[in-house]
């Protein structure tokens, strides 16, 4: 189990089947095998692969920290089928979790409640709350009542890269650290989990996420806040400045065309996230600098899908820069500009900052 290379498996189910096709049955029977016995099986949901491990089981979820190369201070986010395995799991279900999850889940939605004691200390990074979620992939809630226990997982991808949003991108970033992939195709979310903090006599968002703090104010009748960079690394532990990142050097510019020129005079090529692809600048310099112009959606939910994809892809072409147009300042932007400021976070900060214990030894 420890270092051959994984398989990969096709999880589909299709939405007019009941019941799963025969070769899913089969993937998921493998699935909790695995997991039963403390392995670590990487599973799609809506927001980007998962790395999954039992989360009751203090060994298999010691595994992820390792795989991923997790600083230990960093919480995992556990998975449960249903509203009564959450509950099952919080030394507390405050009425604010209950109104929040019975409409947003199942979906990208996480809450922060008070821990109950079976939760081992590693998940909670040895605080006394957890996160809950319960995802909307059908195959991974059929997976977590079938084994009938909460799955801790983080995102399938070595520690502060890019999340994963496909079974290639998991195989690439944890190979044989990783006993089993299931292939869900790609996600539809593509960045990683609201999360809201329901301790408080307030919620307040942690991280922004698919779930914008206007919708969930929209909802509730009364405006969310959402926590600043600083505060919020506090109140959410291992919530990085420097997160999401590609290996090439990432920028976020508001004159992307005069900075790609420059770079060109430099002898440097980049690729560029742009989100005006028909403007008459922009066709003009694919024409005349050695440039990778990607369009991305005007929407914010497709840009998110398409985020860490994109940011993949480009670092296959070994570029020099990645160049990125900012998002509009709108609050349906905030989960994208907050991937967009770690990941070009990781351009700025020091080496010494970087590397500050996440990628400890194995
Ligand atoms: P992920 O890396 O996507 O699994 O998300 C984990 C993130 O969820 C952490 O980095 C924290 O920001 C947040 N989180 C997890 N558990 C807690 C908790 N008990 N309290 C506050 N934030 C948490
Ligand atoms: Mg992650």
């Known amino acids: 189990m420890e270092h051959a290379l994984p398989d990969t498996l096709p999880v589909p189910w299709p939405d007019s089947a009941v019941e799963p096709p025969e070769a899913t049955r089969a ?3 493998r699935a909790v095998a695995l997991l039963a016995g403390g392995g670590l099986v990487a599973i799609p949901t809506e927001t980007v692969y998962g790395l999954a491990a039992v989360a009751v089981d203090a060994t298999a979820v010691g595994r992820i920290f390792t795989a991923k190369g997790r600083q230990a201070a960093n919480p995992l986010i556990v998975h449960v089928a249903d509203t009564a395995m959450a509950r ?6 405050p009425p604010m979790a209950e109104q929040i999850t019975a409409h947003f889940w199942p979906g990208p939605m996480t809450v922060v409640v008070p821990r109950a004691p079976s939760i081992p200390d590693a998940v909670t990074a040895g605080g006394d709350t957890v996160a809950l979620r319960c995802p909307a992939h059908r195959f991974i809630r059929r997976l977590i009542a079938t084994l009938g226990l909460p799955l801790a997982a983080p995102s399938a991808n070595r520690s ?6 496909t079974a290639g991108h998991v195989y ?8 089993l992939i299931l292939d869900g195709g790609p996600c539809a979310a593509g960045i990683e ?10 919620p307040v968002i942690l991280r922004p996420g698919p779930v914008t703090a206007e919708e969930l104010g929209r909802f509730l009748g009364s405006p969310v806040a959402s926590v600043a960079d600083a505060a919020g690394v506090a109140r959410s532990p291992g919530r990085l400045r420097r997160h999401y990142a590609p290996r090439t050097p990432l920028e976020v510019v508001t004159d992307a065309p005069r900075r790609i020129r420059q770079l060109a005079r430099a002898g440097r090529r980049a690729g560029w996230l742009c989100l005006q692809p028909e403007a008459p600048v922009t066709r003009s310099l694919a024409a005349t600098a050695d440039v990778v112009v990607v369009p991305m959606p005007a929407e914010p939910r497709d840009y998110a899908t398409r985020l860490y994809a994109t940011l993949h892809a480009l670092d ?11 998002p509009p300042a709108d609050g349906a932007w ?10 070009s976070a990781a351009a700025t900060e020091t080496d010494a900052d970087e590397d500050s214990g996440a990628e400890a030894p194995e």
């Open 27 to 29: 993937a998921l029977d």
């Open 88 to 93: 099952g799991l919080a030394a507390e279900w």
């Open 160 to 165: 502060l890269r890019l999340s994963p949003t």
């Open 172 to 179: 690439e970033s944890l190979g044989a650290r990783v006993d």
């Open 193 to 202: 989990s609201t999360v809201v903090d329901c301790t408080g006599p307030d």
């Open 316 to 326: 296959r072409r070994s570029l020099d820069t990645i160049v990125v147009d900012p």
């Open 334 to 343: 905030d989960a994208v500009r907050d991937r967009l400021d770690r990941a």
